[in-house]
C-alpha cells in the first residue's frame, strides 16, 4: 500500500508520535538494555501502543545500529542514543577495511529484526529506521570532513557512498521481512549539504534502498527524515521515490508542504524537546491544536513529533499529544485540500 493511500483510508488523521525511548518509563528498562534485547524493546514498544493507542510504533531510533555492524567503534550509555567515537576512513582505500554485512549476524541488526517480528502480533503499523547512506558515510568519514569532501573529494563521498548503500538496503530488507510496515530512512547529514550536493552525493543513493524496499515481497511504505531545517532541500528530498518526508521541528509545515507533490505525505512536527519535554499538558494540546489546525486544509499529514522523544519526556505530554489529535478529520474526508494558506503557492 501506498502512504497516501493509508493516509486517505483513515477518516481521522493519523497519529504517529516517535516515542521508543520513554517508553522505558513503562518497562523500567533502560535505553541500553533496550538496545540489546529485542524481547525487551518489543515489551517498550508493545507498552506504549497500550498506553496511547497510536496508529504506528516505530523501533527505537538508533543512528549506530550500521555503524557497529560494520565494525565502527561505539559507545553506549545507559540513557542515552549511543555514538560512534572513531571515524577512520580518510581515502577510498580504507574502505577496503570493511567487508559485506550479514544483517542476521552482523552487530545489533538482529536484535531490531525480533523486536519487529515480536510485535507481529500487535494491532498496529509497524516501522523502522535505516541510516541513510550519505549518514552513514559520514560516520565512517566524519560529518564535517564529509562534507568538506562534497567539494575537496568526490571520489571519496562516492565510494563511502556506495558501500553504504549496500549495508543500508541489506538491514531495511531485513527489516522489511521481519514486519516492518514502514521503513524510516535517516539522512541527518545531509542537512550540511546544498541541494545540487544532496542531488550527487545522497539522493541518488537513498533512491537505491528506496528502490530496492518497493522491489520486495513486503513493499514497505517508505519515509525520509532529514535533521534541522531542511528547507532547502524539500524538493529534492521528495524526489527520491519515498513516500513521506518526516518533518524537524525548525520547520513550517504549511510551508514545506505547499512545496511538496500531493502524493508525498508529510510527517510531523510537534517540538519534541521545547513542546514535549519542557511544556505543560496544555501547553503540548494547544501546540498539537494550533498544528492541526494548520494543516486541516491538507489531507496528505500526519500528526507526529519532529524527532524521536528523549527518554525524559513526561508520559502525560505524549497523552495530551494523543488526546489533542484525536477525532480530527483528514481533510481527503472532507473535501481535499483548500487553497494555500498564508499565500503559499505550489512549487
Same mark, same amino acid.
Given at each position: 500500500?501506498?502512504? @497516501?493511500? %493509508?493516509?486517505?483510508?483513515? *477518516?481521522?488523521?493519523?497519529?504517529?508520535?516517535?516515542?521508543?525511548? $520513554?517508553? +522505558?518509563?513503562? !518497562?523500567?528498562?533502560?535505553?541500553?538494555?533496550?538496545?540489546?534485547?529485542?524481547?525487551?524493546?518489543?515489551?517498550?514498544?508493545?507498552?506504549?501502543?497500550?498506553?496511547?493507542?497510536?496508529?504506528?510504533?516505530?523501533?527505537?531510533?538508533?543512528?549506530?545500529?550500521?555503524?557497529?555492524? @560494520?565494525? %565502527?567503534?561505539?559507545?553506549? *550509555?545507559?540513557?542515552?542514543?549511543?555514538?560512534?567515537?572513531?571515524? $577512520?576512513? +580518510?581515502?577510498? !582505500?580504507?574502505?577496503?577495511?570493511?567487508?559485506?554485512?550479514?544483517?542476521?549476524?552482523?552487530?545489533?541488526?538482529?536484535?531490531?529484526?525480533?523486536?519487529?517480528?515480536?510485535?507481529?502480533?500487535?494491532?498496529?503499523?509497524?516501522?523502522?529506521?535505516?541510516?541513510?547512506?550519505?549518514?552513514?558515510?559520514?560516520?565512517?568519514?566524519?560529518?564535517?570532513?564529509?562534507?568538506?569532501?562534497?567539494?575537496?573529494?568526490?571520489?571519496?563521498?562516492?565510494?563511502?557512498?556506495?558501500?553504504?548503500?549496500?549495508?543500508?538496503?541489506?538491514?531495511?530488507?531485513?527489516?522489511?521481512?521481519?514486519?516492518?510496515?514502514?521503513?524510516?530512512?535517516?539522512?541527518?547529514?545531509?542537512?550540511?549539504?546544498?541541494?545540487?550536493?544532496?542531488?550527487?552525493?545522497?539522493?541518488?543513493?537513498?533512491?537505491?534502498?528506496?528502490?530496492?524496499?518497493?522491489?520486495?515481497?513486503?513493499?514497505?511504505?517508505?519515509?525520509?527524515?532529514?535533521?534541522?531545517?531542511?528547507?532547502?532541500?524539500?524538493?529534492?528530498?521528495?524526489?527520491?521515490?519515498?513516500?513521506?518526508?518526516?518533518?524537524?521541528?525548525?520547520?513550517?509545515?504549511?510551508?514545506?508542504?505547499?512545496?511538496?507533490p500531493e502524493e508525498v505525505v508529510l510527517v510531523g512536527n510537534v517540538d519534541p524537546v521545547t513542546t514535549m519535554v519542557q511544556s505543560s499538558t496544555d501547553g503540548v494540546a494547544a501546540a498539537t491544536e494550533a498544528l492541526m489546525m494548520a494543516m486541516a486544509p491538507y489531507p496528505n499529514f500526519v500528526l507526529s513529533t519532529g524527532c524521536d522523544l528523549p527518554p525524559e519526556t513526561p508520559l502525560e505530554n505524549i497523552k495530551a499529544l494523543m488526546q489533542a489529535g484525536r477525532g480530527s478529520p483528514s481533510s481527503s474526508h472532507a473535501g481535499g485540500r483548500a487553497?494555500?494558506?498564508?499565500?503559499?503557492?505550489?512549487?
Amino acid at each position: 500500500m501506498q502512504l @497516501i493511500d %493509508l493516509v486517505g483510508s483513515h *477518516p481521522e488523521r493519523l497519529r504517529v508520535p516517535l516515542m521508543g525511548f $520513554p517508553g +522505558t518509563q513503562l !518497562t523500567q528498562s533502560t535505553i541500553r538494555q533496550n538496545l540489546f534485547d529485542g524481547a525487551l524493546q518489543a515489551r517498550t514498544c508493545g507498552a506504549l501502543v497500550e498506553r496511547f493507542e497510536p496508529d504506528a510504533v516505530f523501533t527505537m531510533m538508533d543512528l549506530s545500529v550500521e555503524a557497529e555492524a @560494520i565494525g %565502527l567503534p561505539v559507545t553506549f *550509555p545507559i540513557d542515552e542514543s549511543p555514538t560512534v567515537t572513531k571515524h $577512520p576512513v +580518510t581515502s577510498p !582505500t580504507d574502505l577496503d577495511a570493511f567487508g559485506p554485512v550479514d544483517p542476521a549476524v552482523n552487530g545489533r541488526m538482529p536484535v531490531f529484526a525480533e523486536t519487529l517480528c515480536r510485535l507481529s502480533g500487535l494491532d498496529v503499523l509497524k516501522g523502522a529506521y535505516v541510516i541513510g547512506p550519505f549518514s552513514l558515510a559520514g560516520l565512517m568519514i566524519g560529518a564535517t570532513e564529509l562534507a568538506m569532501a562534497t567539494v575537496e573529494d568526490w571520489d571519496l563521498v562516492h565510494a563511502a557512498a556506495a558501500y553504504a548503500t549496500q549495508v543500508s538496503t541489506a538491514y531495511a530488507e531485513m527489516l522489511s521481512a521481519a514486519g516492518a510496515d514502514i521503513v524510516c530512512i535517516l539522512e541527518p547529514t545531509a542537512v550540511l549539504i546544498s541541494p545540487r550536493a544532496f542531488k550527487r552525493f545522497s539522493g541518488p543513493y537513498i533512491e537505491q534502498v528506496v528502490a530496492a524496499l518497493h522491489a520486495t515481497a513486503a513493499d514497505p511504505m517508505t519515509l525520509l527524515h532529514v535533521c534541522g531545517d531542511s528547507r532547502h532541500l524539500i524538493k529534492a528530498m521528495c524526489r527520491t521515490g519515498v513516500q513521506g518526508l518526516s518533518l524537524d521541528a525548525p520547520m513550517d509545515p504549511v510551508a514545506t508542504i505547499e512545496a511538496m507533490p500531493e502524493e508525498v505525505v508529510l510527517v510531523g512536527n510537534v517540538d519534541p524537546v521545547t513542546t514535549m519535554v519542557q511544556s505543560s499538558t496544555d501547553g503540548v494540546a494547544a501546540a498539537t491544536e494550533a498544528l492541526m489546525m494548520a494543516m486541516a486544509p491538507y489531507p496528505n499529514f500526519v500528526l507526529s513529533t519532529g524527532c524521536d522523544l528523549p527518554p525524559e519526556t513526561p508520559l502525560e505530554n505524549i497523552k495530551a499529544l494523543m488526546q489533542a489529535g484525536r477525532g480530527s478529520p483528514s481533510s481527503s474526508h472532507a473535501g481535499g485540500r483548500a487553497r494555500p494558506l498564508d499565500g503559499h503557492q505550489r512549487a
